[in-house]
C-alpha cells in the first residue's frame, strides 16, 4: 500500500502544469423499507454521476494526448458541471492564454463534442481551473496521510461531482492496471463548500477487495459480491461507479449490509439497486435445496 499523498501531488501538479468521517450508532440504525429503497436510489444516482465523471476523464485525457501527441502541448485541464445534463472538459496551452481542446457530453441525448478549435481562456475556465487547484491543495494538506492506494493494482483517480448549490464532492478511487477485475475499496471523498473550503471526509472501506470478472479456468462469472461492516450500511457510489467502469459483462453485484441485515443488489442494465432480507433469502435458498 502506498500514501496517495503523492498521487496527490502528482494531480496537483498536473493541474498546474497541463470525516471527519461520519460515524453513527449504527446498531441503533433502525429503517423503513421505504427509506432503504429511496436512500439506495439516491446513491444510484451520485454512483452514476462519478461514473460519467470518470468516463469522461479518460475519454477527454485520451483525447487530447491522442491529438497532441502526450502531454507536452498542454498546461492543465479541468471537468465540470455546468448544470445537470452536462459534462464538460477544458484543456489549456502551456501559458494558460488558450483553451486547446474541449470536450463534452450531453447526458439526455449521449452526444458528445470534441472541439479543437483554439481559443482564449474566459473568465470561467479561470475559476473553475483554480478552483479545482485549490481543492486539490486543500485535500492534501488536510487529509494527504490519511489515505491509502494498491500501487500493484493502480493509481488512484480523481473525480469532482456536483452534490447540491453548496456542496463539491471529490472522490478517491482506486484504479486498476489488471484485466478482468473490479477494484473495490481504497476509497474516499471529501466535501467542499463553493469557496473550496473542505468540510467532511469519508473513507468508504478499510482495504482493497478486487473481485476477478472471470474465474480460473477463463470462464466469465455472472455476480460480485462483498460485505459491509455495520458503520457503512449500504452500497456506495464508489461501489457503483467502479463497478460500472470495470463489470465487462457481468450484470450484478452484491453487498452484504449487516448493519441492516440485508443484502443489496445493483444491477448494471438499469442502474439501480434493490435489496431482500437476509432471512428472506435463507428461506429462498433453503426452499432452492429442498
Known amino acids: 500500500m502506498k500514501k496517495i499523498k503523492t498521487a496527490l501531488i502528482v494531480a496537483i501538479i498536473m493541474l498546474g502544469t497541463n ?22 436510489d439516491s446513491i444510484c444516482k451520485e454512483g452514476f454521476d462519478l461514473y460519467v465523471a470518470e468516463v469522461v476523464n479518460w475519454v477527454s485525457t485520451d483525447s487530447a494526448l491522442a491529438h497532441y501527441d502526450g502531454n507536452e502541448s498542454y498546461g492543465g485541464s479541468y ?26 457530453l450531453d447526458l439526455r441525448t449521449g452526444e458528445e463534442n470534441f472541439n479543437y478549435t483554439p481559443r482564449p481562456v474566459t473568465d470561467t475556465d479561470t475559476k473553475q481551473f483554480t478552483l479545482k487547484k485549490k481543492m486539490m491543495l486543500n485535500a492534501l494538506e488536510k487529509y494527504g496521510d490519511s489515505l491509502t492506494y494498491d500501487s500493484n493494482c493502480g493509481n488512484p483517480n480523481f473525480d469532482f461531482i456536483r452534490i447540491d448549490n453548496n456542496t463539491i464532492r471529490l472522490y478517491i478511487i482506486q484504479g486498476t492496471i489488471h484485466p478482468n477485475i473490479i477494484p473495490f475499496g481504497n476509497d474516499y471523498s471529501i466535501d467542499f463548500d463553493n469557496e473550496g473550503n473542505p468540510k467532511q471526509f469519508r473513507k468508504y472501506h478499510q482495504s482493497l477487495i478486487a473481485i476477478p470478472t472471470v474465474n480460473e479456468d477463463g470462464e466469465k462469472i455472472r455476480t460480485t459480491y462483498h460485505s459491509h461492516l455495520k458503520d457503512n450500511p449500504f452500497i456506495t457510489p464508489t461501489d457503483i461507479c467502479n463497478f460500472l467502469l470495470y463489470h465487462g459483462d457481468m450484470e450484478q453485484t452484491w453487498v452484504l449490509s449487516t448493519a441492516l441485515d440485508c443484502y443489496i443488489i445493483y444491477d448494471a442494465k438499469t442502474k439501480s439497486a434493490s435489496f431482500i432480507t437476509r432471512k428472506a433469502m435463507n428461506k429462498i435458498m433453503k426452499k432452492m435445496k429442498d
Open 19 to 40: 470525516c471527519m468521517a461520519q460515524k453513527k450508532d449504527n446498531h441503533k440504525l433502525r429503517y423503513t423499507p421505504k427509506q432503504i429503497q429511496t436512500t439506495l
Open 79 to 104: 471537468i465540470w458541471q455546468p448544470n445537470e445534463n452536462t459534462w464538460n472538459a477544458v484543456f489549456f496551452d502551456k501559458n494558460k492564454d488558450n483553451c486547446i481542446f474541449e470536450y463534452s
